[in-house]
């Protein structure tokens, strides 16, 4: 399988990343500017209500509402916590090292939160689940840095290695290889990509996980609540940093900022990468270059179609995600038996890229076709599993019941992402009045008329469907020759099928919007 990663930098307000295997679109990310609140960013909380009925308390991060920490997400070792950020704050400790901080008594499992937070004007959390909906984060006081091959837990001696590691060997070469080098008072996890990497390498890990550990206890010893203390690295990077292997083929992107930065991080973890940033500068968008657009329009609407006619139905409510299988008109098979089986093996290969690019959480109901030889349910069971194995996301998956329904929990730790695919009726925009549309050019030749003329632009461009752009630039003279001759400037016009029909966006010469 060939990787390959596709950034989209041409908006002011976010840049979007689209993950490719084999071409086909497995993970969009999208990472607003200045974002904030994202999974592992740790903060100096303020606490601000004790719920005892919820074993629970509300912390103030800064969010516009209350973070959620329950007793369970504390951590063992909350109590060393406390203590420490006590003794930075008070100037009683001079470094970050742990080799000599004397650890506090792990608390209890069914323990009561008034007796960890009673009393506590502010504490360290990091952010579980970023805000959903109407709710604030998740929180949690069991702090973890994460690195490329490593994850630095502190107030902790132990060594864990991945469960993805199968080999007994392996696993005792990694684990005693880490022991050898991590530093005292802080445990370790040992990820799934260490597989075969050097002591050099996890050593080089570690230290930066440490420096970073260092910036958190400097930040504490003058901080007031709430402010962040250490931010997770960008969505960019931390896609780099968990999937980046032998298979990446290219990285693709269109920001000559974004790609000195992936170039500098891919040096400076020694990859050997370096050569596959590629800068894109091709006059069409990078997204419709690669047929990215293309592939959203087609995968996130409410009907998901394969190619051998089948499809499936995506409903979501407030508990859960239900899926329907449907043949559709497939009848490749001689059998309904074997018509079922192929259906739902295919279905099963989607169902496990949905859920990666929706990134959907929480419980998933999948209504599959009716099998009744158990041999075929086992196998749809099984090739569920071995597709899902590719997905970061914490899961479960139940074998299928008897009325044919599998049910899969699948970790939510972001809101899910949703995309409306349905375009406005290209007549009437939605209000269910019908316009002139042959005036379309008219209306756009209003808009740059004032822009040029009022607004003084010296360069513009004008983005629009692909058809418009078509009827814009074609024949002689064309409508945009026209222009030229009218306001003695050339306007770029460029084809983006993201619009709707009749849909058109004006940009200035640093490539943001203008609005109209």
């Not at 060939?2 to 307000?13: M, P, Q, R």
């Not at 970061?392 to 995309?419: D, Y």
């Not at 822009?451 to 632009?457: A, D, S, V």
């Amino acid at each position: 399988m060939n990787y390959e990663l596709v950034i989209d930098a041409s908006k002011s307000t976010e840049v979007v990343i689209a993950l490719l295997r084999d071409k086909q679109l497995i993970e969009l990310h999208r990472e607003k500017n200045n974002k904030d609140f994202a999974v592992g960013d740790i903060y100096l909380g303020k606490i601000k209500k004790i719920m005892p009925s919820l074993n629970a308390v509300f912390v103030d991060v800064g969010y516009e509402r209350d973070a959620f920490l329950h007793y369970l997400d504390l951590g063992p070792q909350v109590q060393s916590l406390v203590k420490f950020m006590k003794l930075t704050q008070q100037n009683k400790i001079n470094h970050s090292s742990l080799q000599h901080f004397k650890l506090e008594p792990e608390i209890i499992k069914t323990g009561k939160i008034t007796q960890v937070i009673n009393n506590l004007a502010m504490l360290p959390v990091q952010i579980a689940k970023e805000p959903i909906s109407n709710k604030g984060p998740r929180i949690s006081t069991e702090l973890s840095l994460a690195g490329r091959y490593v994850v630095l837990v502190p107030f902790s001696d132990r060594v864990s290695v991945s469960q993805k590691i199968k080999t007994n060997e392996e696993r005792d070469r990694l684990r005693k290889m880490t022991q050898e080098v991590k530093p005292k008072g802080f445990g370790v996890i040992v990820r799934t990509v260490a597989e075969g990497k050097t002591g050099t390498e996890i050593e080089t890990d570690l230290k930066e996980l440490v420096a970073r550990w260092e910036k958190m206890f400097q930040e504490i010893k003058t901080a007031t609540p709430p402010t962040l203390l250490v931010g997770e690295i960008n969505k960019k990077l931390t896609i780099l940093r968990d999937v980046l292997n032998d298979t990446f083929q290219a990285i693709h992107v269109n920001s000559p900022e974004i790609a000195e930065e992936i170039e500098t991080y891919l040096k400076e973890k020694s990859t050997g990468l370096e050569g596959i940033v590629k800068l894109y500068k091709g006059k069409s968008p990078i997204f419709d270059q690669f047929g990215i657009d293309r592939q959203i329009k087609a995968a996130f609407g409410k009907t998901v179609t394969f190619k051998s006619g089948g499809y499936l139905i995506l409903e979501h409510t407030e508990a859960m995600h239900v899926i329907d299988v449907n043949s559709g008109n497939r009848s490749t098979e001689s059998t309904q038996e074997g018509n079922a089986l192929e259906t739902n093996l295919e279905a099963a290969r989607e169902i496990a890229r949905q859920l990666r690019l929706r990134d959907m959480g929480g419980i998933i109901v999948v209504d599959f076709i009716d099998m009744h030889n158990p041999e075929h349910k086992n196998q749809l069971f099984q090739v569920l599993k071995d597709e899902m194995k590719h997905d970061k996301a914490k899961h479960n998956i139940l074998p299928p019941s008897k009325f044919g329904l599998m049910q899969i929990t699948r970790q939510r730790v972001r809101p899910e992402t949703n995309i409306k695919v349905l375009e406005k009726c290209p007549t009437c925009n939605g209000s269910g009045e019908i316009g002139p549309s042959i005036l379309v050019t008219d209306e756009i030749e209003n808009n740059l008329r004032f822009i040029l003329k009022e607004q003084n632009e010296k360069k513009v461009s004008l983005a629009v469907h692909p058809f418009v752009a078509a009827y814009l630039k074609e024949g002689f003279p064309s409508v945009r020759f026209n222009w030229w001759r009218k306001y003695g400037k050339w306007v770029k016009v460029e084809g983006v099928s993201s619009l709707n029909f009749l849909e058109y966006q004006f940009y200035n010469g640093d490539g943001e919007e203008i609005a109209i």
